[in-house]
């Protein structure tokens, strides 16, 4: 059986690594090379890194922040943020990234996935998704996708979505629920096991973790693949080897490296 990965998320701005609630309300928490190296000697199993203005700001993403992190750790992550265009994921990979997280582009421009796919390999092309509950005809499953951080509703349903994203070539999707993000009441688990269990590829789910718990309930109930943390070990309130102790004393499938 694969093991179940947890994977700290680092929201960056301005060079500095951020977090919010629901995308607002956001401090500052540190440098994010720093951060990257002491989650990964602390036994995380990836990393991933959102550059959250890029986008916005319509620049490309902090190619230097990049090369900083793959030069300074030696476990897989991910890049997201600022990538609107094949190059820009040539040159994340190039830079040391093993994968690139698309999300509203992928919304406007959804060949995006399948030329990404061609060129790299499905394995380096994540669709990145922010669902939030609703009540929208056109989304059977109760689940609509939202793009530029919670600020348009595309009227899109998530679970269709996930699955026409996983036919062009997505090789991993990240299901960021908005209603959960920065809330640390657990995962939404039933959009999470909705996308599971409706696609081929792996499902990380994110948005919510506050408690080692909760990763094992989102593991088990929702058929996550990997897990997403943030808050709870920025905080500092659990390390990843207390998250991962919890883990397999539940019988969850884990790396542990210590």
């Known amino acids: 059986m694969l093991t179940k990965r947890v994977i700290p998320c680092l929201d960056v701005r301005q060079g500095r690594v951020t977090k919010g609630v629901k995308f607002k309300n956001n401090i500052d928490l540190g440098d994010p090379v720093e951060m990257a190296v002491a989650y990964s000697d602390g036994g995380a ?20 922040m990049v090369e900083a992190v793959a030069h300074a ?19 994340v990979i190039l830079a040391g990234a093993e994968k ?45 996708i939202t793009t530029r951080g919670f600020r348009e509703f595309t009227g899109m349903d998530a679970v269709e979505w996930a699955k026409r994203a996983a036919d062009l070539g997505a090789g991993e999707i990240v299901v960021n629920s908005v209603d959960a993000d920065g809330t640390r009441a657990g995962f939404e688990l039933t959009i999470t096991k909705l996308i599971s269990d409706a696609v081929g590829v792996p499902v990380v789910a994110s948005g919510g973790a506050g408690r080692p718990e909760h990763l094992v309930t989102v ?11 943030a808050g709870m070990i920025h ?6 080897r207390q998250i991962k102790d919890v883990m397999h004393a539940a019988g969850v499938p884990t790396r542990m490296s210590w």
Not at 235 to 240: R, S
């Open 45 to 64: 199993d990836e990393l991933v890194f959102y550059d959250i203005t890029a986008s916005a700001e319509r620049r490309p993403i902090d190619i230097k």
């Open 73 to 91: 750790i030696r476990i897989p992550f991910a890049v997201g943020g600022g990538i609107s265009q094949i190059a820009d994921m040539e040159r």
């Open 100 to 144: 690139v997280s698309v999300n509203s582009l992928a919304v406007k421009n959804p060949q995006i996935i399948a030329d990404g796919a061609k060129a790299f390999g499905a394995q380096c092309i994540v669709l990145g998704m922010d669902p939030v509950k609703s009540d929208n005809p056109n989304c059977p499953s109760g689940y609509e």
């Open 219 to 229: 593991f088990d109930q929702a058929h996550a693949d990997a897990a997403i943390v």
């Open 235 to 240: 905080t500092g309130d659990y390390t990843i």
